[in-house]
């Protein structure tokens, strides 16, 4: 087989960040008066910005979009590792780049 380029998609795949997610959506849901349970049976797998028009049309902009998604991103307490990811990764970079 061969290809030019290999896209990874990183949760789920090479690392799981629920714990994170989990802990960001009940920071968020806590200071904006929302039930977290009812956020987070939703927020899977959605983009933050889907979750806000679901739960929060009203806040549901870019920038308030933007405050989670900062919090995720700063948030590593809890991401874990796939096994096998970092085997992966290794035996990408052996193979032969673009000619």
Do not use: K, Y
């Amino acid at each position: 087989m061969r290809c030019d380029a290999i896209l990874f998609d990183l949760d789920g795949l090479l690392g799981d960040s629920t714990v994170i997610v989990e802990r960001q959506w009940e920071i968020w849901a806590r200071a904006n008066g929302h039930d977290a349970r009812a956020i987070l049976d939703i927020a899977h797998g959605r983009r933050i910005i889907e979750t806000l028009r679901l739960v929060a049309p009203e806040r549901a902009t870019e920038d308030e979009a933007r405050r989670p998604a900062d919090s995720e991103a700063a948030d590593v307490v809890g991401f874990r590792v796939i096994r096998r990811a970092l085997a992966l990764l290794r035996g990408c970079r052996q193979l032969p780049g673009p000619s």
